[in-house]
C-alpha cells in the first residue's frame, strides 16, 4: 500500500536571485526570494557560498518533497536560428546556475528529504502555463500573471536577508523568479498525485488551477 507523504512541499528556482516556494500541499504557499550576488563582479565563490548558507538555514525543518529546477542543458545555452545566434547564456551564468543546482540538490539528499526530483524547464511551464514553448521573458510574467489569479501572495519588498537594495527593476525580478517557484512547486504537487504519493481530495489549490491548465494560456 502507498503511503502518501506528509510534510511540505517546496519548489525552488536557483539562480543569483533565486525563487523559493513552500508550504503544505492545499494552502497557498509561501512565496520569497533571496539575492546571492552583490553584482556581476563578485566571484562566483561567494554565490556558491551564500546559496549553502541559505538552503542549510532552511533544511532544519526539512519539507517531505523538493523540487529544484534542472539547469539549461549546455546544448541550449546558445541559441541559433537562421545562422545566427539570437541568445547566448554566458559560461558565469550557467556556473552560477549549475552550482547552485547541485548544492540544492545535495543538501536535500544528505538532509534526507524523502523526495528530491529535478524539475525540466519545459515540463513545469507546460503543467502551470499549458505551454512549454515560451520565450522566458514571457514565462516568467505569466507566472507572476497566474500567482495573481490564484491569489498567491509575491514578495512585495526586499527580503531581511538580502545583501542590496533594489531598484525597481531588481525589485520585480523577484516577483518573477518567486512564481516562477510556485509553477515548479505546482508541477511537483501533480507529479506526486501523478505518482499515488499525494491525493487529490483535500488539494483545493489544484482542483482551482486545473481549469487553467486546460484554457487558452492569456496573453
Same mark, same amino acid.
Given at each position: 500500500?502507498?503511503?502518501?507523504?506528509?510534510?511540505?512541499?517546496?519548489?525552488?528556482?536557483?539562480?543569483?536571485?533565486?525563487?523559493?516556494?513552500?508550504?503544505?500541499?492545499?494552502?497557498?504557499?509561501?512565496?520569497?526570494?533571496?539575492?546571492?550576488?552583490?553584482?556581476?563582479?563578485?566571484?562566483?565563490?561567494?554565490?556558491?557560498?551564500?546559496?549553502?548558507?541559505?538552503?542549510?538555514?532552511?533544511?532544519? /525543518?526539512?519539507?517531505?518533497?523538493?523540487?529544484?529546477?534542472?539547469?539549461?542543458?549546455?546544448?541550449?545555452?546558445?541559441?541559433?536560428?537562421?545562422?545566427?545566434?539570437?541568445?547566448?547564456?554566458?559560461?558565469?551564468?550557467?556556473?552560477?546556475?549549475?552550482?547552485?543546482?547541485?548544492?540544492?540538490?545535495?543538501?536535500?539528499?544528505?538532509?534526507?528529504?524523502?523526495?528530491?526530483?529535478?524539475?525540466?524547464?519545459?515540463?513545469?511551464?507546460?503543467?502551470?502555463? %499549458?505551454?512549454?514553448?515560451?520565450?522566458?521573458?514571457?514565462?516568467?510574467?505569466?507566472?507572476?500573471?497566474?500567482?495573481?489569479?490564484?491569489?498567491?501572495?509575491?514578495?512585495?519588498?526586499?527580503?531581511?536577508?538580502?545583501?542590496?537594495?533594489?531598484?525597481?527593476?531588481?525589485?520585480?525580478?523577484?516577483?518573477? %523568479?518567486?512564481?516562477?517557484?510556485?509553477?515548479?512547486?505546482?508541477?511537483?504537487?501533480?507529479?506526486?498525485?501523478?505518482?499515488?504519493?499525494?491525493?487529490?481530495?483535500?488539494?483545493?489549490?489544484? /482542483?482551482?488551477?486545473?481549469?487553467?491548465?486546460?484554457?487558452?494560456?492569456?496573453?
Amino acid at each position: 500500500m502507498t503511503r502518501f507523504i506528509d510534510g511540505e512541499v517546496w519548489g525552488i528556482d536557483p539562480a543569483t536571485c533565486t525563487g523559493f516556494a513552500g508550504g503544505l500541499p492545499g494552502e497557498p504557499p509561501r512565496l520569497e526570494c533571496v539575492l546571492f550576488r552583490k553584482d556581476d563582479e563578485e566571484p562566483i565563490d561567494e554565490v556558491f557560498g551564500r546559496g549553502i548558507g541559505w538552503i542549510a538555514t532552511k533544511l532544519l /525543518h526539512p519539507p517531505a518533497a523538493v523540487f529544484v529546477e534542472a539547469p539549461i542543458p549546455p546544448t541550449q545555452l546558445v541559441k541559433v536560428e537562421a545562422g545566427e545566434i539570437k541568445g547566448v547564456t554566458s559560461f558565469d551564468v550557467g556556473s552560477a546556475l549549475m552550482g547552485l543546482f547541485a548544492i540544492f540538490i545535495g543538501a536535500a539528499k544528505r538532509k534526507g528529504v524523502p523526495i528530491v526530483e529535478r524539475a525540466s524547464i519545459r515540463a513545469w511551464r507546460s503543467a502551470f502555463l %499549458n505551454d512549454s514553448d515560451l520565450k522566458g521573458d514571457v514565462a516568467k510574467a505569466r507566472c507572476v500573471k497566474y500567482c495573481g489569479l490564484l491569489g498567491w501572495e509575491l514578495p512585495q519588498v526586499w527580503p531581511k536577508d538580502a545583501i542590496r537594495w533594489p531598484d525597481q527593476a531588481i525589485a520585480y525580478r523577484f516577483k518573477q %523568479n518567486a512564481a516562477e517557484a510556485a509553477g515548479i512547486r505546482a508541477w511537483g504537487i501533480k507529479w506526486l498525485i501523478a505518482q499515488g504519493l499525494l491525493h487529490p481530495r483535500g488539494m483545493p489549490e489544484l /482542483h482551482r488551477t486545473d481549469p487553467l491548465f486546460q484554457r487558452t494560456s492569456p496573453q
